[in-house]
């Protein structure tokens, strides 16, 4: 399996700046997802991060607000940009591939609470 | 439409007893992946198991098993065995694949399940 870690573990900040989020991973990936998780709900994928070329982002998530770079196959990063209370989630990177198409990884998580 | 249906918001189970946490999903695609995830009160999401659609076996990992009935499009977790330790939040999650029939890795999630364990 892959270990996946992300940078920060939780945060706390202010509406109107923003947080990047680091993710690693100890092999090299296919594939790496950024998901968000709201207080109570279920898990929503924000975007996949694409190798050198921009992330695919899901309806209702937009570059501006997310955005995402992946230098390699083991590293990518998310910024939550301009915050709100709203934006107050866990937030979840996620990995396919190099080992088994047939699991997907989660790292630990980011807890991110906006004031 | 939603894709992944957890019907059981709580369960609750004697320590040592077998559960069984349902999910239902809905797709016209022939070739789907099935999850189950673990979220304790830390955030963290724990891989279970997994099920291919056209995988004939149910799959199993230790103690989790995962009962696949296709024509009726569900996919339910059997933890055996219960410990305190598995009192948690349980997801059932649905992988889509593009036309070219690979993994997209997309991952829709059900609304989740918390199960609790009684000493």
Redesign the interface.
């Known amino acids: 399996s892959a270990v996946i870690s992300q940078k920060p573990s939780r945060d706390i900040c202010q509406r109107g700046t923003s947080l990047t989020i680091q993710c690693q991973v100890d092999s090299q990936v296919t594939m790496m997802f950024w998901y968000r998780q709201q207080p109570g709900q279920s898990l929503t994928l924000i975007a996949t991060a694409n190798q050198g070329s921009e992330a695919t982002y899901e309806s209702g998530f937009v570059i501006d607000k997310f955005p995402i770079s992946r230098p390699n196959l083991t590293f990518s990063t998310l910024t939550v940009s301009n915050m709100s209370p709203e934006d107050s989630s866990i937030y979840l990177c996620s990995v396919v591939g190099g080992f088994s198409t047939d699991t997907q990884y989660f790292g630990p998580g980011t807890r991110l609470t906006v004031l | 439409a939603q894709k992944i249906t957890q019907t059981q918001p709580g369960m609750f189970v004697q320590e040592k007893e077998a559960v069984t946490l349902d999910c239902t999903y809905d797709t016209s695609d022939q070739s789907y992946?099935l999850?189950w995830?673990k979220q304790p009160s830390?955030?963290?999401?724990?891989?279970l198991i997994?099920q291919?659609s056209y995988d004939e076996q149910n799959a199993t990992e230790g103690r989790y098993s995962l009962n696949f009935q296709k024509a009726r499009k569900s996919a339910n977790l059997v933890i055996s065995a219960s410990q305190l330790g598995d009192s948690a939040m349980y997801?059932c999650?649905m992988?889509e694949f593009n036309a070219g029939g690979t993994?997209y890795?997309?991952?829709t999630?059900?609304?989740?399940t918390i199960l609790t364990v009684h000493p």
Do not use: D, T, V
Not at chain 2, 109 to 112: A, D, I, L, S, V
């Open positions: 992946g999850f995830y830390s955030g963290e999401m724990i891989f997994y291919g997801f999650a992988r993994s890795g997309k991952l999630f059900g609304q989740g």
